[in-house]
């Protein structure tokens, strides 16, 4: 089965970077459209990024210009870049996995595959 672990979290001061790496297992990650979502406390989880098959990739408004997905289809691993962080970045973050939609890829429930989540956390 599909299997998504993500690493590269942890406590980083306003205005710092972090990347955190996602591996996925149990798929051909080419075939698959990826992404992030992010949950802070009391939060619903809210969609970050999606990097599509043929590279086209959607950025949230509250992260554009300062983070950056990419994948290494080769590595079967999916990157996100996080610069010039900021206190309310700071949640858990998900890597996701997609093959086909039945809703809008901004939806939570429009992703099957979820890894465990990693913490970041953005001091000021």
């Known amino acids: ?69 990419s994948r290494d289809n080769a590595k079967n691993t999916v990157y996100l870049q996080m610069n010039s962080l900021k206190p309310e970045d700071t949640a858990v973050y998900y890597c996701v996995a997609e093959r086909y939609f039945f809703s809008k890829y901004d939806t939570a429930s429009a992703w099957t595959n979820w890894g465990q989540g990693t913490q970041v956390t953005v001091s000021s």
């Open 1 to 69: 089965q599909v299997q998504l672990v993500e690493s590269g979290g942890g406590l980083v001061q306003a205005g710092g970077s972090l990347r955190l790496s996602c591996v996925a297992s149990g798929l051909t990650l080419s075939t698959y459209a990826m992404g992030w979502f992010r949950q802070a406390p009391g939060k619903e989880r809210e969609f970050v990024v999606i990097t599509w098959t043929g590279g086209n990739t959607y950025y949230a408004d509250s992260v554009k210009g300062r983070f950056t997905i």
